[in-house]
Nanobody, 115 residues
Framework: QVQLVESGGGLVQPGGSLRLSCAAS????????MGWYRQAPGKQRELVAT???????NYSDSVKGRFTVSRDNAKNTVYLQMDSLKPEDTAVYYC?????????WGQGTQVTVSS
């Protein structure tokens, strides 16, 4: 059974930082491209950042320079370090794992940026 379990969300003030984690089980983690997506109320889910099995990273323009995605294959975990948070970063953040035709999602974690 595949599980992606996100943690680390919460309420933070503008300019603050949060670190999200996604622990994977039931997959050969090192083979999967891992990603973070987010969905704000009334909006479509959008890409935030991805990291390939060879640790090549990609970011949306809206988070480039503020967010950092990384992975630890020994711990089957992917991280999203979020700095200089803005109110527009408020959303549910989802972890994603992809390999060929296999595509899995976590349940999401809420991030709220507000003073």
């Amino acid at each position: 059974q595949v599980q992606l379990v996100e943690s680390g969300g919460g309420l933070v003030q503008p300019g603050g930082s949060l670190r999200l984690s996604c622990a994977a089980s039931g997959i050969t983690f090192s083979m999967y491209a891992m990603g973070w997506y987010r969905q704000a109320p009334g909006k479509q889910r959008e890409l935030v950042a991805t990291v390939t099995p060879r640790t090549i990273t990609n970011y949306s323009d809206s988070v480039k320079g503020r967010f950092t995605v990384s992975r630890d294959n020994a711990k089957n975990t992917v991280y999203l370090q979020m700095d200089s948070l803005k109110p527009e970063d408020t959303a549910v953040y989802y972890c994603n794992a992809k390999w060929i035709t296999r595509n899995y999602w976590g349940q999401g974690t809420q991030v709220t940026v507000s003073s």
